[in-house]
């Protein structure tokens, strides 16, 4: 059974910190990995997608990609508490083939 | 450009009973999912469609749930007969082709009695 780990949290960091949000996959055949945000009783949306090892920076978010260790990370900096949500990591096959996601991690962001 | 549209958005059935949920993909967007989250959980894939063809069905219960995406642009699921544990939003998204991104519909929020 291919799965996504994450920790359900809750992660919560005062205004102004970084977050640091953690997941793991089971499919060494995953290519793409995703972050995608999703408020209470909202539909998920994109805010990372990365495909290579190393870092990837927009805006306030840092993706890093780990293959040998399968693992993904997101940072997010200067956290507000508009940040406070649920994280999803998503991993997929080639052109979003097979995507799986994980149960997500709660993010609380305290004024 | 006009996003994922779902209906209906919320939907209360006794168990036993069916029930149809629509979507209308983004103008373009040959690649359709269907997905169930249930509360507390990250989505799960039921099916891909790309265009009117299955790409991949294999978590779908197919005793009770079916599918289908006629002429290659709106879709139905539909659960027959519905169980307690369906109880769950049933979360559209469509993509171009060969991108990984999705975006996701609004979800039609089930509940089964």
């Known amino acids: 059974q291919k799965e996504v780990e994450q920790n359900s949290g809750p992660l919560s960091v005062p205004e102004g910190a970084i977050a640091s949000l953690n997941c793991t996959y089971s499919?060494?055949?995953?290519?793409?990995f995703f972050w995608y945000r999703q408020y209470s009783g909202k539909s998920p949306e994109l805010i990372m997608s990365?495909?290579?090892?190393g870092d990837k920076e927009d805006g306030r978010f840092t993706a890093q990609l780990n293959k040998a260790s399968q693992y993904v990370s997101l940072l997010i900096r200067d956290s507000q508490p508009s940040d406070s949500a649920t994280y999803l990591c998503?991993?997929?096959?080639?052109?979003?083939?097979?995507?799986?996601f994980g149960a997500g991690t709660r993010l609380f962001v305290k004024a | 450009e006009a996003g994922v549209a779902q209906s209906p958005r919320y939907k209360i059935i006794e168990k036993r009973q069916s029930v149809a949920f629509w979507c209308n993909p983004i103008?373009?967007?040959?690649?359709l999912y269907w997905y169930q989250q249930i509360l507390g959980q990250g989505p799960k894939l039921l099916i891909q469609?790309?265009?009117?063809?299955?790409?991949?069905d294999s978590q779908l219960p197919k005793d009770r749930f079916s599918a289908e995406r006629l002429k290659g642009v709106d879709s139905t699921l539909k659960i027959q007969p519905a169980k307690l544990e369906d109880s769950a939003v049933y979360l559209c998204?469509?993509?171009?082709?060969?991108?990984?991104?999705?975006?996701f519909g609004p979800g039609t929020r089930l509940t089964v009695l």
């Open positions: 103008s373009g967007h040959a690649t």
């Open positions: 998503a991993a997929s096959l080639t052109g979003g083939f097979k995507t799986i």
């Open positions: 998204a469509s993509s171009v082709p060969g991108a990984d991104t999705q975006y």
């Open positions: 469609f790309q265009n009117n063809g299955v790409v991949d």
């Open positions: 990365i495909y290579s090892n």
């Open positions: 499919d060494r055949g995953s290519q793409s």
